[in-house]
C-alpha cells in the first residue's frame, strides 16, 4: 500500500495512491497510523501535490554503511552503525528543490532506503521487534556538503541545511522484503549511483534494534540506511532522482540558493 501526504483545494490530507495506469489519491482520515479510514474523497493523482510523505521528530541517518561508499572518501567501514542526525526543516518533497548553499563548493547526492516508523514505536527493541516496529518505506536524498562535512569533521553542518533531505513519493507499507533491492541515483538522466541493499554492512533490523538502544523512536521518524558508492557533485540547473525497486521514484531539481 502506498501512503502518501498531498496537497489538494481543500488542504492537505493523508491518503491511499491506487493504481498504475491513471492512479488515484483516495483520502483518509485523520493520520495513517492504525487502522485506515477513507473519507470517499478521492483525486486523480496528476490533479494533487505530492508532499513529504512524512514530518518525522527526528531523521536518523546512518554513515558508511555501505563499504564501497566508505571506501570512495577514504574511510574504513565502522564496527558499530555510525549515526548522525538531520534536522526536520531539511525535508523537501517531491519536485520541490535543493537549494545549493553558498558555505558550499561541493554539494553532493546520496541515494538512500528511508525506514519509517510506526506504532507504537521502538525503544530497546531486538531484531524481531525491530521489523514489527517498521510502518513503511521511502526513498531519501541525503543531500551532502562535502567540502564541509571534511572541513568540519563532524557532520552536523555539512548534511543540516534546508532542503537537504529531500524524501518521498509515499511511503510503501507492504514491501515485504528490503534485504535486496536496486538503489539508484541519476542527475539529468545520466547513472551516478547503482547499488543494491544486500552490500549494507549492517541490515534495517539491525539498525531499527540498535537506533532504538541510544534513543526512543516515536512513530513517524525516519531512518535513512546509508548510500551506495558514486556520489558526485550537484549543480544548479540539475535533476536528481532517486529510485529504489519496489518503492518509485524521487525527482527534485536543483537551485543555487536565493
Known amino acids: 500500500m502506498r501512503i502518501a501526504r498531498f496537497a489538494h483545494q481543500g488542504g492537505m490530507s493523508f491518503g491511499v495512491v491506487e493504481g498504475t495506469e491513471s492512479p488515484i489519491v483516495k483520502e483518509l482520515e485523520g493520520h495513517p497510523f492504525g487502522r485506515l479510514t477513507f473519507t470517499g474523497q478521492s483525486w486523480a493523482l496528476a490533479d494533487v501535490r505530492l508532499l513529504a510523505p512524512m514530518l518525522p521528530s527526528k531523521i536518523v541517518c546512518v554513515g558508511r554503511n555501505y563499504a564501497d561508499h566508505a571506501k570512495e572518501l577514504g574511510n574504513d567501514v565502522p564496527d558499530e552503525p555510525l549515526l548522525f542526525l538531520k534536522p526536520s526543516t531539511t525535508i523537501i518533497g517531491p519536485n520541490e528543490a535543493i537549494s545549493l548553499p553558498p558555505q558550499s563548493q561541493q554539494v553532493e547526492h546520496e541515494a538512500e532506503l528511508a525506514v519509517v516508523i510506526g506504532l507504537p514505536g521502538a525503544r530497546k527493541v531486538g531484531r524481531a ?38 524524501l518521498g513519493p509515499w511511503i510503501e507499507t507492504e514491501l515485504a522484503n528490503v534485504a535486496d533491492v536496486e538503489v539508484r541515483c541519476e542527475v539529468n538522466d545520466e547513472v551516478r549511483q547503482l547499488g543494491r541493499t544486500k552490500d549494507m554492512v549492517f541490515d534495517v533490523p539491525t539498525l531499527v534494534s540498535y537506533v532504538s538502544h541510544v534513543m526512543t523512536l516515536l512513530p513517524g521518524d525516519v531512518i535513512l540506511t546509508g548510500t551506495p558508492a558514486g556520489v558526485d557533485a550537484l549543480r544548479a540547473g540539475d535533476s536528481v532522482t532517486v529510485s529504489i525497486e519496489g518503492i518509485g521514484a524521487l525527482t527534485n531539481k536543483v537551485v543555487s540558493y536565493e
Open 129 to 166: 521487534e525491530a521489523e514489527q516496529a517498521i510502518f513503511g518505506y521511502t526513498i531519501a536524498n541525503d543531500v551532502t556538503a562535502r567540502d564541509l562535512q571534511k572541513k568540519d569533521v563532524q557532520f552536523t553542518r555539512a548534511k543540516s541545511f534546508d532542503s537537504f533531505c529531500p
